[in-house]
């Protein structure tokens, strides 16, 4: 972790990250879990514009993004949270990967 990562702030990305994919999954767990296993799918990709509109803005990360670039920056390991792997990449193919077994387990909870 970088010296201007401070463990409080990555916390709070990280959590706000959490709230954000659950409650997308609340809002859609049964229809992709549906779909994912009409299609055969092991793991499935969930684009990170699904979760935008479930993001709560903190005072230290006003957008998903800026909360998702900050655990990138300090975090020096793949970064996922609750088994749902988050992708680096920016843009329009920015994602996260989840094992269908996982998103089983998460619309279950």
């Not at 990305?13 to 767990?29: K, P, V, W």
């Not at 479930?54 to 900050?70: E, I």
Request: with cysteine; charged share 30%; glycine share 4%.
């Amino acid at each position: 972790m970088s010296e201007e990562c401070k463990p409080e702030s990555v916390r709070e990305a990280m959590e706000a990250i959490r709230a954000s994919i659950r409650g997308y999954l609340a809002a859609n767990c049964r229809r992709t879990l549906a779909l994912a296993r009409l299609a055969g799918q092991e793991r499935v990709r969930l684009e990170y514009r699904g979760f935008y509109r479930h993001y709560q803005p903190t005072q230290s990360f006003p957008k998903f993004t800026d909360a998702l670039r900050y655990l990138f920056k300090c975090l020096e390991e793949e970064v996922e949270v609750d088994g749902i792997e988050l992708a680096a990449s920016a843009g329009s193919s920015a994602h996260a990967t989840i094992s269908l077994r996982t998103l089983e387990e998460l619309c279950r909870d």
